[in-house]
């Protein structure tokens, strides 16, 4: 079983990302610690959740993320990307 599989949702994203430091810089966070945290706490701060998933290409959505936050999988997806992971379109 490959470590991607088993790993949070928050640890995944950031492995998307390039890592911590990677995300932070392309996130505009002055320090990758804050970053690192997120992953050992295995939560992105609301306020992070759209940027980190954009940043990703939504390969780890919203509601993985952040499920309280985006409580249906489709939550917080743009039109197209809903219709790539689900067949939907928008409502």
Do not use: C, N
């Not at 936050?69 to 219709?83: A, N, S, T, W």
Request: proline letters at 11%.
């Amino acid at each position: 079983m490959s470590k991607s599989s088993t790993s949070s949702p928050t640890t995944r994203a950031i492995a998307l990302g390039g890592g911590p430091s990677a995300v932070a810089r392309a996130l505009k966070i002055r320090r990758p610690w804050a970053v690192s945290k997120w992953e050992r706490a295995g939560k992105v701060p609301a306020d992070r959740v759209s940027d980190l998933v954009r940043l990703i290409d939504y390969r780890v959505t919203p509601h993985e993320l952040l499920p309280e936050v985006y409580p249906y999988p489709e939550d917080g997806l743009p039109p197209e990307v809903r219709e790539r992971l689900f067949g939907k379109q928008a409502a």
